[in-house]
Each structure stands twice: as C-alpha cells, then as structure tokens.
C-alpha cells in the first residue's frame, strides 16, 4: 500500500513529483517557520513544435531532458514537480526573492547547449515569494505563474522562429531536393501573384509560404517520401498529413498565422477532392490555388523518386488539361502566358 501510494506521487515520464503531491506539499510547507516561502515556475519552450515536427516520442525526451537538468541543478530540500503537459514547478523553503531569482539565472545558464532534435531547450522561468504569514500561498503561486507568461511571451515568437529554420534545416538534411523545391516554389509564387496584381504583403506571404509549404514533411517517414512504387493505403494517408503538420508548426509562431493558413490549403483542389479539408473554387484561399498550380509544375519538371521529370511543353500540357478540375483555370493561364513565357 505504502509503495502505491508512492507511485501515485510521481509523474511516469519525468520521475518529477506530480500535481498531486505538489498541492499537498504546497499545504504542508505553508508555515511560518518556511517563510520566506519561494515558488519557482517553469514553462518548457517549444513543447508542442517539437511533438508536431518529431513526434511525440521526441517531446517525451524534451520534458525528461528539463528533469533531468532541474534536478542537477535543485538543492536537496526543493520540492520539483510537474503540473501541467509543459509546466513545471520548484518549492524553494526558506528562500528569499534574490536567491529566488539566482537560481532562475542559474537554471537559465545550465541549459545552455543542451539539444533535442538539433533544436536547443529552453525554459521560460517566474518566480515569486511569500514573506508573510498573511499573505495567501495561492495569490503568490499566481503571481509566479504570471511572471513566467510574461518571460515566455516575450521571448517566444524569435525562440520559435529560430526553430522553425532548424526544422527546415533538418527537412533539407533528411532530403536535400527539397531545398531547391521549396526555393523554386517560392520564387514562381511570387511571380505569379505579382503578375495577378496581388498587395506587396500578399505577395511577401506567398515568398515564405513557398519556402516553408512542405515543412510538415519533417515528420513523414523517409521510407514513404523516397518509396519508387504505389503508395499504399496507409502510406498516402501518412503523406496527406503534411499539410496540417506545417499548419501545426508555422501556427506556432503568431507572425507566421496567414503563412501557415496558406500552406494548409495549398493541396485543395478546384474540384473539391483535395485534402485536407475538401474545398472546393473559391473556398480556397488564392494564394494556396497559385501555390498550388506552381507546386504541382515543379514538381512535374523533376525527377521524382516514382518517375523521371516531364520537359517544360510536357508539364504545361499538364496544367492546360487539368485547368477547371485541379487547378483554377484563371491561375494556370497567368502563370503559363506571364510567367514561363519569360522564362
């Protein structure tokens, strides 16, 4: 029974305290004699990016990684638990707000150069403390949990960002043709959306969603991506997730939301039976159709692990004849009359 009731004080993954436990102890700790009375709450930057770029087996390392480094780094009387998917939270007995805020700059430090899937951990951290018996231990949690947010928001859309580029990096890495893929689609998309007279803004966002539109693909089996035959059932169902996985990740970052809104549709197609969400014309943002029609052409116009590369006149025809059934017809003329006539 004793050893029960132990486990139930545990998180499985981390080896950390629980909620549970913390709340308790949170009571028990919440005397007189334990003032100053410090709470130290830590969020894990970057959680949810990594579950969706690696998968969530490489999350599960990113949570372990943080344990193990507050663990290093804590004294023995702190109380570490996690309480939440991403947060975590030190109880630091007898400790004022400046040893409060060391420890914090300490914890800062020893992740430096600590590297889940070549993306660097990080932590956002907020403290506060209790000095008097009057004060409510609950406001002084809050106010802790106020001070982390605010580090966080802070520093989160360049952390994420700067990820974002590793994720590239590492789709690049995995398979160096999509590299040139994601320039070509960039370049060719912007040309037609400036031919269609789009905003200077419009046009800039179709730049970066052409650069980042296959990000997704970070977190496809390689088996599937390079595979030279039929895809099954199964594995063109794993393909068709790319989309949402770039959604997932550009959607991160707050700057990057009508990137990210672009590149989840750019697989629509004029006739509803594209994916992931089956819209059909119009419903489909314009600049994931012109994407879409530039995509599809680069990737007629090289080789491909399935099949050899069509010649320019060949992928041409291609557009010609799925104009008004994949593609939008207005598209495919102005990209085949003002963009490759030049070329």
Request: glycine content about 6%; some cysteine.
């Amino acid at each position: 029974m004793i050893q029960i009731q132990k486990l139930s004080y545990y998180d499985q993954l981390t080896g950390l305290y629980n909620r549970r436990f913390f709340e308790e102890e949170l009571k028990r700790l919440d005397t007189e004699r334990n003032l100053p009375l410090s709470i130290l709450m830590i969020d894990v930057n970057g959680l949810k990016l990594t579950n969706d770029a690696f998968g969530h087996a490489a999350g599960d390392k990113l949570l372990q990684k943080v344990a193990e480094v507050l663990k290093r780094e804590s004294r023995a009387d702190d109380i570490i638990a996690r309480v939440g998917g991403d947060e975590l939270v030190v109880l630091l007995p007898k400790t004022d707000k400046k040893h409060t805020t060391s420890i914090e700059s300490r914890l800062n430090t020893a992740f430096k150069g600590e590297i889940i899937e070549n993306i660097p951990v990080s932590v956002s951290c907020g403290g506060a403390t209790k000095r008097g018996k009057k004060e409510k231990i609950g406001n002084v949690f809050k106010k802790a949990e106020d001070n982390m947010y605010n580090h966080k928001s802070y520093k989160k859309d360049s952390q994420r960002k700067n990820s974002i580029q590793i994720i590239m990096n590492t789709l690049f890495e995995k398979r160096p043709a999509e590299k040139e893929h994601a320039r070509k689609v960039s370049k060719l998309s912007t040309a037609v959306g400036s031919a269609m007279g789009l905003s200077n803004v419009e046009v800039d966002e179709l730049k970066i969603a052409g650069e980042y539109h296959d990000i997704g693909k970070v977190a496809i089996s390689s088996d599937i991506l390079s595979k030279k035959g039929k895809l099954t059932d199964f594995e063109l169902k794993e393909l068709k997730r790319h989309p949402e996985l770039s959604y997932n990740i550009l959607s991160t970052v707050n700057e990057y939301g009508p990137i990210a809104e672009i590149v989840l549709s750019h697989h629509e197609r004029w006739d509803g039976k594209g994916y992931p969400g089956g819209l059909k014309g119009e419903e489909i943002p314009l600049q994931s159709r012109i994407m879409m029609v530039v995509d599809d052409y680069d990737a007629m116009t090289n080789d491909r692990s399935y099949r050899k590369a069509l010649s320019k006149e060949e992928a041409i025809r291609e557009l010609q004849n799925r104009a008004g059934t994949k593609f939008d017809p207005k598209i495919v003329e102005i990209f085949i009359k003002k963009v490759l006539a030049s070329k």
